[in-house]
């Protein structure tokens, strides 16, 4: 599976952002697709996953309520919408697919990732 990742920029305080993930090359009705973040001197952290077939999603509690993702089965393309962006959202953003039907958070379980995409929210 090959992602291509875009979307990201810089944004206030407050401000929102939309990313997309874009999918080729496997059969997606048993995928996981997941959000992580990686900001300067930090480690690669979980952010949000969406499950291809069901829809099934889950966040990390520093997003939750803030951000969303969702899926485009015919585009096959993953998106988080990210809402309320705080400077703490600060980071590059990878999307990365798992060959798992349910919900996958670490990210050592993902086989598959995107180039990055760099989120910058200024204060």
């Known amino acids: 599976v090959q992602l291509q990742a875009s979307g990201g920029g810089l944004v206030q305080t407050g401000g929102s952002l939309r990313l997309s993930c874009t999918a080729s090359?496997?059969?997606?009705?048993?995928?996981?697709m997941g959000w992580f973040r990686q900001a300067p001197g930090a480690e690669r952290e979980f952010v949000a996953a969406?499950?291809?077939?069901?829809?099934?999603?889950y966040y990390a509690d520093s997003v939750e309520d803030r951000f969303t993702i969702s899926k485009a089965n015919a585009k096959t393309t993953a998106y988080l919408q990210m809402n309320s962006l705080k400077p703490e959202d600060t980071a590059v953003y990878y999307c990365a697919a798992a060959r798992m039907t349910g919900i996958v958070v670490p990210s050592t379980d993902y086989t598959s990732w995107g180039q990055g995409t760099q989120v910058t929210v200024s204060s």
């Open positions: 969406i499950t291809w077939s069901s829809g099934k999603t």
């Open positions: 090359g496997g059969t997606f009705s048993s995928y996981a």
